[in-house]
């Protein structure tokens, strides 16, 4: 059985398909990370028709967003989640574009199913996500827990210390008000 990888005999349609979506979801991926939009977009929409997954289709939506498409960059990330509930990703992509639109309440939801997606690298940004949220609402403790435990999974995180200093000081000004 040599000729196999994963579930897929070597040279089947399948295989080559999900070769080349891999290796499109990589090209989009340095073409993100060198600021071209359009080209890291045709990337991942190329990887995508391919051989769909949670995390093309995933990185697709995060291009769009950033190109202002926040309703299909929505719609791409219910897609990923359907394909594999367990990409992390999807979920806290899905809380943000949820918070770029004002919609709070509805965001909480999907950012608690990042932090327990097992298939997921940044685990601290549903936690920042989450104590914006909370900061926002005027709900500074529970702000204040979800910035602790970003700071547990990334100790020294500059940006997570400066918003806890800024909400401890809050929190410290409303006690002596």
């Known amino acids: 059985m040599g000729t196999e990888i994963g579930v897929y005999p070597m040279g089947s349609i399948s295989y080559l398909n999900t070769f080349k979506a891999k290796r499109l979801l990589e090209d989009g991926k340095f073409h993100l990370s060198m600021g071209d939009l ?10 995508s028709d391919a051989s769909a997954t949670a995390d093309s289709l ?50 909480i939801p999907w950012l608690e199913r990042a932090k327990t997606a097992k298939r997921y690298d940044a685990r601290h940004f549903p936690y920042m996500n989450l104590g914006r949220i909370y900061s926002t609402l005027g709900r500074i403790d529970e702000a204040i827990a979800e910035f602790n435990k970003a700071l547990e999974i990334v ?9 806890l200093e800024q909400l401890q000081n809050i929190k ?5 008000a």
């Open 155 to 163: 100790p020294g995180h500059r940006e997570v210390q400066n918003v």
């Open 38 to 47: 359009d080209q890291a977009a045709e990337a991942f929409q190329q990887s």
């Open 58 to 107: 995933t990185y697709l939506g995060w291009v769009l967003s950033l190109k202002g498409q926040i309703p299909e960059a929505k719609d791409l990330c219910i897609q990923a989640i359907a394909l594999d509930p367990e990409f992390g990703n999807a979920y806290n992509d899905l809380g943000s574009y949820l918070i770029k639109e004002e919609s709070l309440l509805e965001a």
């Open 172 to 176: 410290k000004s409303e006690v002596n």
